[in-house]
C-alpha cells in the first residue's frame, strides 16, 4: 500500500533530497508526473448519454493536481525505491508551480550533458555505405 499524501512543504524538502542523493550517486533518474484527481467513479449506464460519460471533461469547478515524484526502479539491490505525492488544491497551483520550479532546476544542477557520439558515428557510417540495400533507378 502506498504512503499517504505529503503535505507541499514536506514534499518538497524530500524531493530536494531526492535530488540531492541521485547527485550524489553520479547516476539515476527522478521522475515526475502529474495528473488532474477526480473523485468518483463513472458509472456504466446504458442510458448514460455521450454528455453524461465525459461530463468529468467539464467539471463544475477546477479539481486538484496529484503530484508524485520518484526514483524509478534502483540498479543495484542496497537501493530503495523512493514514491512522494502531495495533492495540490486549485487555488494553490500557481505559488505551487513556483516553489516546484525553483526545486526542480536547483535539482537539474549537476546533470551532464548527454554522450551522443556513437548515435552520430553510426549515423555517418549509414550514410557513407548508402543506407540498406540499394537504390532502384
Known amino acids: 500500500m502506498d504512503p499517504p499524501h505529503l503535505s507541499t512543504d514536506e ?3 524530500r524531493l530536494a533530497e531526492l535530488f540531492e542523493t541521485r547527485r550524489k550517486a553520479d547516476h539515476g533518474s527522478v521522475f515526475l508526473t502529474q495528473k488532474r484527481l477526480s473523485y468518483g467513479s463513472v ?35 542496497t537501493g530503495e525505491k523512493v514514491k512522494l505525492s502531495t495533492v495540490v488544491q486549485p487555488e494553490a497551483l500557481e505559488t505551487f508551480y513556483i516553489r516546484y520550479a525553483e526545486v526542480w532546476k536547483s535539482g537539474m544542477h549537476g546533470l551532464r550533458k548527454r554522450d551522443r557520439s556513437g548515435r552520430k558515428k553510426a549515423k555517418a557510417k549509414k550514410r557513407k555505405f548508402g543506407g540498406e540495400g540499394e537504390k532502384k533507378a
Open 43 to 77: 458509472s456504466t449506464n446504458e442510458t448514460q448519454t455521450v454528455d453524461d460519460i465525459f461530463a468529468d471533461l467539464h467539471p463544475a469547478s477546477p479539481l486538484p493536481v496529484l503530484m508524485r515524484a520518484t526514483n524509478g526502479k534502483p540498479k543495484d539491490e
Open 11 to 13: 514534499f518538497f524538502i
